[in-house]
């Protein structure tokens, strides 16, 4: 089974950086997409980043030019740096793995607190 390991939450104020990771526990033989999605007290699941096999990244409009998603080394692996951190970038994190006809894999989630 397919397991999907985050490390790299934390509480860190505004302005600050934080650097997500997540790595799958097995390799995997055809990954469309990883990436990670956020959800914050009250409000829906929202796509934070995402890369495709082909390398394409699509970023939420509030984290552009602040967030970069990128490949950590191994296909199976993704890192988010997330920089100029805002209040309201404060949720929980979810990384996921889209393998297509196997399905889409979730991360357990991490906290992100970030205070003003």
């Known amino acids: 089974q397919v397991q999907l390991m985050e490390s790299g939450g934390g509480l860190v104020q505004a302005g600050g950086s934080l650097r997500l990771s997540c790595a799958a526990s097995v390799s995997i033989f055809s990954i469309r997409a990883m990436g990670w999605y956020r959800q914050a007290p009250g409000q829906q699941q929202e796509l934070v980043a995402r890369?495709?096999?082909?390398?394409?990244?699509d970023y939420a409009d509030s984290v552009k030019d602040r967030f970069t998603i990128s490949k950590d080394g191994a296909e199976n692996a993704v890192n988010l740096q997330m920089n100029m951190l805002k209040p309201e970038d404060t949720a929980v994190y979810y990384c996921?793995?889209?393998?297509?006809?196997?399905?889409?894999?979730w991360g357990q989630g991490t906290q992100v607190t970030v205070s003003s």
């Open positions: 890369i495709v096999t082909i390398g394409t990244t």
């Open positions: 996921y793995l889209d393998a297509g006809r196997p399905g889409v894999y």
